[in-house]
């Protein structure tokens, strides 16, 4: 999924780093994880020109970091991710703010997203998303499919891949009813949204166990 042959990412951050870095290492991203604005300014002056970037707000020198990030040229795309009642510094300079907790699969889907945006070129405004919430609460039905799903996508991506496409047909994962569902599953939107996550056989073997599970 990865929009460029060889994305480079910087994040920086402490410990929840590392989890980041495998997550977008395993997608084509060649990562670098840095603790302090000091690190992050070695790194840039040995050549580093990150396609964009994730910026932990729970390091001190958070701010100094992004401030850096932002002078970058050509600027990368900036991420930014906060506790639940943290205050960014310089918000307006992110292209996008998650809160904890953060799910890696819609953080990684909106990164994948903003990277095609900027290839694209400038729109009519920067496309910013804020207040982003992990979590994917979801009714029973939901929770039914996503189980299901997780046997052929990674876990990390079966619920959020699932909330996207009822989102796209208008539908919530707290209200999802039935015919919802069976609607999504015989118009194949679910099964080409899946598509790059897993082997198409056992998504396709997903699909048919949620359509037989389906309260009738």
Do not use: Q, W, Y
């Amino acid at each position: 999924m990865a929009v460029t042959e060889h994305p480079i990412l910087i994040v920086v951050a402490g410990a929840s780093g590392d989890p980041l870095s495998e997550l977008f290492g395993k997608r084509g991203f060649v990562t670098h994880v840095v603790g302090d604005a000091a690190a992050l300014r070695t790194l840039e002056n040995g050549g580093v020109r990150p396609s964009a970037a994730i910026v932990d707000f729970e390091l001190p020198d958070a701010d100094a970091a992004l401030n850096l990030l932002f002078r970058e040229v050509p600027r990368p795309v900036l991420i930014g991710v906060a506790g639940a009642d943290e205050v960014i510094l310089g918000e307006d300079l992110l292209d996008a703010a998650f809160r904890r907790p953060v799910d890696p699969a819609r953080l990684f889907a909106r990164m994948v997203n903003l990277l095609a945006a900027k290839k694209k070129g400038p729109g009519p405004k920067r496309n910013r998303l804020t207040g982003i919430v992990a979590v994917v609460r979801g009714n029973e039905l939901f929770r039914l499919a996503e189980n299901e799903l997780r046997s052929a996508v990674p876990p990390v991506n079966a619920a959020a891949i699932l909330e996207k496409a009822l989102r796209d047909l208008g539908c919530d994962p707290l209200t999802l009813a039935t015919g919802d569902l069976a609607a999504m599953l015989a118009s194949g939107r679910l099964e080409k949204e899946l598509a790059s996550f897993g082997d198409p056989a056992a998504i396709r073997e997903a699909l048919g166990r949620i359509a037989v599970l389906l309260p009738r």
